[in-house]
């Protein structure tokens, strides 16, 4: 990992413009893509490409009881915000809104299942600090992201190629935001991303 951080820095990486939206997006990404590898490991995406959205949804509620998230409660909109996470396409695009069945569990309300489609879905096309600040403020998010700690590795944040020289800074500002604002990084991206 050092001689990556090395490389990156030797590469080119003057300081440049922080593109924090860019930086988040793949970190985020990656986040979900961690849940989506645990849900797979424990055996729980078998077929789920043909599955109904009311299937999807009593797929995850049997995931979150597993034994590996013993001792945490999910209820049923944080079960439907996590399926949300697990299968994007659920979720409303610049085609077709969001699936109404995802988005009646959503919440009690139209305007927090509004909210709850912007901070589980939207945010990994299109974050900004308030939508980040929901993310990881959000009850599923602190009940996940010690689980998240653990899953989430290089490959799970950067699945297609190496981070670019021409984002580094901007990496390195996510480890200081979220050491002071948010939440932890794991070891191995604050190692990458020092903030100093």
Not at 17 to 33: H, P
Not at 107 to 132: C, D, M, P, Q, W
Not at 145 to 163: G, H, W
Request: with cysteine.
């Amino acid at each position: 990992m050092l001689d990556l951080a090395a490389r990156l820095l030797q590469n080119g990486a003057p300081f440049r413009k922080i593109k924090l939206d860019q930086a988040f997006k793949i970190v985020l990404r990656g986040e979900r893509e961690a849940l989506k590898r645990l849900f797979e490991k424990l055996g729980f995406a078998i077929g789920k490409h043909h599955w109904t959205v009311e299937r999807w949804l009593s797929e995850v509620a049997r995931f979150s009881q597993h034994p590996y998230f013993e001792g945490v409660e999910f209820s049923k909109d944080e079960i439907a915000k996590m399926t949300l996470l697990l299968y994007p396409v659920f979720g409303a695009t610049k085609k077709s809104p969001t699936n109404p069945v995802i988005f009646k569990a959503l919440g009690s309300n139209k305007s927090s299942r509004e909210a709850a489609v912007k901070t589980f879905h939207a945010i990994f096309e299109n974050n900004n600090k308030n939508l980040r600040r929901s993310y990881y403020d959000s009850p599923l998010i602190q009940k996940l992201y010690p689980f998240f700690l653990d899953l989430m590795t290089y490959d799970c944040v950067f699945t297609k190629a190496e981070p670019k020289a021409d984002v580094y800074h901007s990496y390195r500002q996510v480890t200081k935001l979220c050491e002071t604002k948010l939440v932890p990084r794991p070891e191995w991206f604050k190692l990458l991303f020092p903030t100093h």
